[in-house]
């Protein structure tokens, strides 16, 4: 289970700081991913980390300007967001899963959590 948190209203240019934090430790082989709501019906892949090797991967939309990276102690994975743009509102949910499809597809079983949302004014 995930729980996210951290998210707010703020002005475009400003920062936030997500926290996804995990009941027990990630398998090192998963992916926690941070997603978000989008227009449509599927969730769209905003930043993922793959547990065991720390390795991170960006959709192009946030590349340069989100961070994601962990805490191993805490079970916790954040997602460090600068420079917001209005276009980044949107309610941030984590999920876990084995690939970049972890939005679209989590582990089996997995429940989504409540989402935190991020609000942009510009």
């Known amino acids: 289970q995930l729980a996210e948190s951290g998210g707010g209203l703020v002005q475009a240019g400003d920062s936030l700081r997500l926290s996804c934090a995990a009941d027990?430790?990630?398998?090192?082989?998963?992916?926690i991913g941070w997603c978000r709501q989008g227009r449509g019906n599927e969730r769209e892949f905003v930043a993922a980390?793959?547990?065991?090797?720390?390795?991170?991967y960006y959709a192009d939309s946030v590349k340069g300007r989100f961070t994601i990276s962990k805490n191993s102690a805490e079970n916790t994975v954040y997602l460090q967001m600068n420079s917001l743009k209005p276009e980044d509102t949107d309610a941030y949910y984590c999920?876990?899963?084995?690939?970049?499809?972890?939005?679209?597809?989590?582990?089996?079983?997995?429940?989504w959590g409540q989402g935190t949302q991020v609000t942009v004014s510009s």
């Open positions: 980390i793959r547990w065991g090797s720390s390795r991170t």
């Open positions: 999920a876990a899963g084995v690939d970049l499809g972890v939005c679209q597809q989590p582990l089996r079983g997995f429940t």
């Open positions: 027990g430790r990630p398998y090192s082989s998963h992916v």
